[in-house]
């Protein structure tokens, strides 16, 4: 007898993707969670398609996480295989990978960004982390030879970048009263 839609299934239910406690997929077949299932179930001897076609899913489901398709929307499917895609996919459980992220970031953890950890992670896996002025305690975003840009101009200007005198935003521009 053929399984119908919403008949238990395996773990799930025939025709439906179950999602987990971790946003990801469960499988049908041994109840695991996984972000990327149709990777998972070659575990199984299948490929994605037979296991869609196995369980009553559709031809053009994902067999991806929402979260993980959020994540490869905007970087790309080339990702795979990146080394950042190993850390995604071996941290099986988000708390670990997030927690790996931060460590990896050395910033604190803002919870509602698990995008926005992940487009951090493969820039930084690729080298384009963040820069930061050299400048101890600027901290202001890079510009130029290791220096934000008001440090880099006092630089030019002085030949010095004379850390000592703390930035203060621009207000008044040129003929502004210096700081006595
Ligand atoms: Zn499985
Ligand atoms: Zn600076």
């Known amino acids: 007898m053929t399984l119908q839609y919403g008949d238990p299934d395996g773990h799930g239910v ?7 406690a971790d946003g990801g997929l469960i499988c049908h077949e041994c109840g695991a969670e996984r972000q990327f299932l149709g990777r998972h179930v070659r575990e199984h001897g299948m ?3 037979q296991y869609r076609e196995r369980h009553g899913l559709g031809r053009a489901t994902r067999l991806v ?3 993980l398709h959020a994540t490869l929307s905007t970087k790309g499917l080339e990702r795979v295989g990146s080394p950042a895609w190993a850390r995604f ?5 988000p708390d670990a990978a997030r927690e790996e992220a ?3 970031l050395k910033e604190p953890l803002r919870p509602q960004s698990v995008q926005s950890w992940t487009k951090e992670a493969l820039a930084a896996a690729q080298g384009r982390k963040k820069r930061f002025c ?3 305690g600027c901290g202001r975003p890079h510009a130029a030879n290791g220096l934000c840009r008001t440090h880099r101009e ?13 930035v203060r ?12």
């Open 14 to 20: 025939h025709g439906q993707l179950t999602t987990g």
């Open 47 to 49: 490929s994605a398609d």
């Open 65 to 67: 996480s929402a979260r």
């Open 89 to 93: 996919e071996a941290a099986r459980d």
């Open 102 to 104: 931060r460590q990896a």
């Open 134 to 136: 050299e400048v101890p």
């Open 154 to 166: 006092r630089l030019k200007r002085t030949g010095d970048v004379q850390a000592h005198i703390p």
């Open 169 to 180: 935003p621009r207000k008044g521009g040129p003929g502004s009263k210096k700081e006595s």
